[in-house]
């Protein structure tokens, strides 16, 4: 099998340095109170299961929507970091013009339908978008991030059953960083190994899959989405991979308390030094091609601050009251 | 001009919007196969089929998520919650999903669903089927919370809700169902966010809504042939109400008596008394009363829950004690 060719990979390169570069910048900017706000959620360390996710789309047909980790998605449909970043900032050119914040980031265009910040309440409304795509056969199929920590509350049972139910096209991806907060999956669940659920909904089982690596997270999400996109109903995937921040960066004691596993995942099994290695074997010359890539990101993510901070602050109160209501309030 | 029963001009609502709008569908549980616990969707599964007319799994979340994902995308869901009491169970859809979609996103979503749901007690149902639950709903912007009286108004009303963008709650009194009255055939519409005079009257204002409109309506009749002149406000939509009706009846007859199933503390009843308070203070000869729900759960033996829900007799006497101020 051919398998992505060079053009492809290299996109997934920048995709993957873009979503790293913009998720420390805005650390860095929460360190210093130029995002305000208390919460924010990064996806360092989970680059590749998004791009492989994502590079299984048809945009603009087919569905995606997460939970509040959400920027990384965004930035790999190619949503322009310059809103989303404003969004961070509560701008009025935010992606949600600054009413919902880092975890409620979303393109109408991109059928991305957003980030949620209930554990676990995206999760029928993926189905329903499924529902959609069944009742007037359009052949789409619904991707839908769910974290480890929200496959232990009832959403979870009631959505992946009833998509079970109704064969709804939906590639469900467990992102398994090992912690909801700060509680170890293997104290929260009476059977960690969560892919083995799927069983009970009647539902296509795929199985543990290494999200650190963006080729074997490609080739499951491709397998799942043409078993939904073909009638088959839905797909239940473990992706297993590691989170590089807190779960929110309020966490100021993450680093210490979790040094010892930082260092392992991030010298074994970063999902950028694994991709990047794969195309210097792979391909005579590449690194220049690559330091271009990483120079790019670092420029795209440093013209989205700018133009996020020089973005006006949204201050009437008729902005404050518009879009409670669709038409007459 | 046709003579129906309330369940039935629900019926008819949805045959009209079924048969005129592809996208209207309808999930709930035993809504198909039975024909809803309440009959209200009987016909529609063998008319329309079970895409159209969805038996779903007991799982009141995921349906009203569901049918928020399908609006998301252009459809238009009706789910049925069998009783409102189990609104709890996906109260977190209701509230941070569906009413918050337009405004989180700024306007990218919406979410046009309506959610039918039986209301309301005095059956014996006991303390989880007998619930008045607007005041759980009213402190949720973006939700509009609807709850009409009559059969036509719950045709009209459900066909506006159905066409409208906007979340509803769409409460049916149980004690409804079976009222009967005349119903506009074909389609129509009955306007959101207008309450009705449902009678006119000069000496005091009683609003009220759903099965209180008729505890009024009937409180109204008798204290007439004491002279006593009553005006009775029907609000049909309890989100946003509607201000400028309440308002300009109690600056007309300067007395205000606000009627409620619910109980008493933090409901629809303490909004519209305050509202009144608050707006139209120089106008008012004696203090707005409520006439609510006592403020304790809904017993199942029928002589206690008579305690508690209020009727024809505490509003009358209330009207009395509101003119003897």
Same mark, same amino acid.
């Given at each position: 099998?051919?398998?992505? @060719?060079?053009?492809?990979?290299?996109?997934?390169?920048?995709?993957?340095?873009?979503?790293?570069?913009?998720?420390?910048?805005?650390?860095?900017?929460?360190?210093?109170?130029?995002?305000?706000?208390?919460?924010?959620?990064?996806?360092?360390?989970?680059?590749?299961?998004?791009? *492989?996710? &994502? *590079?299984?789309?048809?945009?603009?047909?087919?569905?995606?929507?997460?939970?509040?980790?959400?920027?990384?998605?965004?930035?790999?449909?190619?949503?322009?970091?310059?809103?989303?970043?404003?969004?961070?900032?509560?701008?009025?050119?935010?992606?949600?013009?600054?009413?919902?914040?880092?975890?409620?980031?979303?393109?109408?265009?991109?059928?991305?339908?957003?980030?949620? *910040?209930?554990?676990?309440?995206?999760?029928?409304?993926?189905?329903?978008?499924?529902?959609?795509?069944?009742? @007037?056969?359009?052949g789409a199929a619904v991707i839908s991030f769910i974290g480890d920590g929200a496959t232990n509350n009832?959403?979870?049972?009631?959505?992946?059953?009833?998509?079970?139910?109704?064969?709804?096209?939906?590639?469900?991806?467990?992102? @398994?960083?090992?912690?909801?907060?700060?509680?170890?999956?293997?104290?929260?669940?009476? @059977?960690?190994?969560?892919?083995?659920?799927?069983?009970?909904?009647?539902?296509?089982?795929?199985?543990? &899959?290494?999200?650190?690596?963006?080729?074997?997270?490609?080739?499951?999400?491709?397998?799942?989405?043409?078993?939904?996109?073909?009638?088959?109903?839905?797909?239940?995937?473990?992706?297993?991979?590691?989170?590089?921040?807190?779960?929110?960066?309020?966490?100021?004691?993450?680093?210490?308390?979790?040094?010892?596993?930082?260092?392992?995942?991030?010298?074994?099994?970063?999902?950028?030094?694994?991709?990047?290695?794969?195309?210097?074997?792979?391909?005579?010359?590449?690194?220049?091609?690559?330091?271009?890539?990483?120079?790019?990101?670092?420029?795209?993510?440093?013209?989205?601050?700018?133009?996020?901070?020089?973005?006006?602050?949204?201050?009437?109160?008729?902005?404050?009251?518009?879009?409670?209501?669709?038409?007459?309030? | 001009?046709?003579?129906?029963?309330?369940?039935?001009?629900?019926?008819?609502?949805?045959?009209?919007?079924?048969?005129?709008?592809?996208?209207?569908?309808?999930?709930?549980?035993?809504?198909?196969?039975?024909?809803?616990?309440?009959?209200?969707?009987?016909?529609?599964?063998?008319?329309?089929?079970?895409?159209?007319?969805?038996?779903?799994?007991?799982?009141?979340?995921?349906?009203?998520?569901?049918?928020? /994902?399908?609006?998301?995308?252009?459809?238009?869901?009706?789910?049925?919650?069998?009783?409102?009491?189990?609104? /709890?169970?996906?109260?977190?859809?209701?509230?941070?999903?569906?009413?918050?979609?337009?405004?989180m996103f700024d306007g990218q979503f919406k979410a046009p669903i309506v959610i039918r749901t039986a209301?309301?007690?005095?059956?014996?149902?006991?303390?989880?089927?007998?619930?008045?639950?607007?005041?759980?709903?009213?402190?949720?912007?973006?939700?509009?919370?609807?709850?009409?009286?009559?059969?036509?108004?719950?045709?009209?009303?459900? %066909?506006?809700? %159905?066409?409208?963008?906007?979340?509803? $709650?769409?409460?049916?009194?149980?004690?409804?169902?079976?009222?009967?009255?005349?119903?506009?055939?074909?389609?129509?519409?009955?306007?959101?966010?207008?309450?009705?005079?449902?009678?006119?009257?000069?000496?005091?204002?009683?609003?009220?809504?759903?099965?209180?409109?008729?505890?009024?309506?009937?409180? #109204?009749?008798?204290?007439?042939?004491?002279?006593?002149?009553?005006?009775?406000?029907? $609000?049909?939509? !309890?989100?946003?109400?509607?201000?400028?009706?309440?308002?300009?009846?109690?600056?007309?007859?300067?007395?205000?008596?606000?009627?409620?199933e619910a109980p008493k503390m933090g409901g629809l009843g303490s909004d519209v008394s305050a509202t009144? #308070?608050?707006?139209?203070?120089?106008? !008012?000869?004696?203090?707005?009363?409520?006439?609510?729900?006592?403020?304790?759960?809904?017993?199942?033996?029928?002589? $206690?829950?008579?305690?508690?829900?209020?009727?024809?007799?505490?509003?009358?006497?209330?009207?009395?004690?509101?003119?003897?101020?």
């Amino acid at each position: 099998m051919a398998g992505p @060719n060079k053009e492809t990979l290299l996109d997934w390169y920048r995709q993957m340095v873009l979503i790293r570069d913009f998720e420390e910048t805005c650390y860095q900017l929460y360190q210093e109170k130029r995002i305000t706000g208390v919460y924010l959620h990064l996806y360092s360390g989970h680059e590749a299961i998004g791009v *492989a996710a &994502v *590079a299984n789309m048809h945009i603009g047909k087919d569905h995606i929507i997460t939970a509040y980790r959400d920027h990384g998605i965004a930035l790999a449909l190619g949503v322009d970091a310059k809103p989303v970043m404003a969004e961070m900032m509560g701008k009025s050119t935010g992606t949600s013009g600054g009413k919902g914040g880092s975890m409620h980031i979303a393109s109408k265009n991109h059928n991305f339908w957003g980030g949620y *910040a209930i554990v676990g309440g995206h999760l029928p409304l993926a189905a329903g978008i499924a529902l959609e795509a069944q009742y @007037n056969n359009t052949g789409a199929a619904v991707i839908s991030f769910i974290g480890d920590g929200a496959t232990n509350n009832g959403y979870f049972h009631e959505t992946l059953n009833m998509a079970g139910a109704w064969k709804l096209p939906v590639v469900w991806i467990i992102e @398994n960083n090992g912690y909801g907060m700060g509680t170890d999956i293997d104290i929260a669940a009476g @059977n960690p190994i969560l892919h083995q659920r799927a069983l009970g909904y009647g539902i296509k089982d795929m199985e543990r &899959v290494d999200g650190q690596d963006v080729f074997k997270m490609y080739d499951t999400v491709q397998h799942a989405m043409e078993h939904a996109r073909n009638g088959h109903g839905s797909v239940l995937i473990e992706a297993i991979t590691y989170r590089y921040r807190g779960h929110g960066v309020s966490d100021k004691q993450y680093d210490t308390r979790m040094a010892d596993e930082l260092a392992e995942w991030k010298a074994n099994k970063d999902p950028i030094t694994l991709l990047r290695s794969k195309l210097v074997e792979r391909y005579k010359n590449v690194e220049h091609d690559l330091s271009k890539l990483e120079a790019d990101a670092k420029k795209a993510v440093a013209e989205s601050v700018e133009f996020a901070e020089n973005s006006p602050l949204p201050d009437t109160l008729e902005y404050l009251m518009s879009n409670i209501y669709v038409g007459q309030g | 001009m046709k003579r129906m029963s309330f369940v039935q001009a629900l019926n008819d609502a949805l045959d009209i919007m079924m048969a005129e709008d592809e996208r209207v569908f309808l999930l709930g549980e035993d809504i198909g196969h039975m024909g809803g616990d309440f009959g209200v969707t009987r016909g529609l599964f063998t008319k329309y089929g079970g895409e159209r007319v969805r038996d779903t799994p007991l799982s009141e979340a995921a349906i009203i998520g569901t049918a928020v /994902g399908a609006a998301m995308v252009g459809m238009r869901p009706v789910p049925e919650i069998m009783f409102a009491d189990f609104l /709890g169970t996906c109260y977190d859809q209701i509230v941070n999903n569906a009413a918050k979609m337009h405004y989180m996103f700024d306007g990218q979503f919406k979410a046009p669903i309506v959610i039918r749901t039986a209301a309301g007690g005095g059956f014996g149902g006991g303390p989880h089927h007998s619930q008045s639950v607007e005041g759980w709903f009213m402190n949720v912007p973006g939700l509009v919370i609807v709850g009409p009286s009559t059969p036509q108004d719950a045709k009209g009303m459900l %066909i506006a809700c %159905i066409e409208n963008d906007n979340p509803v $709650l769409f409460l049916e009194h149980k004690a409804l169902y079976r009222v009967r009255g005349d119903v506009d055939e074909g389609k129509f519409s009955v306007p959101l966010r207008k309450a009705h005079i449902a009678r006119e009257g000069t000496d005091v204002t009683i609003v009220a809504s759903m099965k209180m409109t008729h505890e009024a309506l009937a409180a #109204a009749e008798e204290l007439a042939a004491e002279n006593i002149s009553v005006e009775v406000v029907d $609000l049909r939509t !309890l989100r946003p109400w509607d201000t400028q009706t309440v308002l300009e009846s109690v600056a007309k007859t300067g007395r205000a008596i606000v009627a409620n199933e619910a109980p008493k503390m933090g409901g629809l009843g303490s909004d519209v008394s305050a509202t009144i #308070a608050e707006e139209c203070f120089s106008h !008012l000869k004696a203090p707005v009363k409520r006439v609510c729900g006592l403020d304790t759960p809904i017993p199942f033996s029928v002589p $206690l829950e008579k305690v508690i829900l209020p009727n024809k007799d505490d509003i009358k006497k209330a009207v009395q004690d509101t003119l003897a101020h």
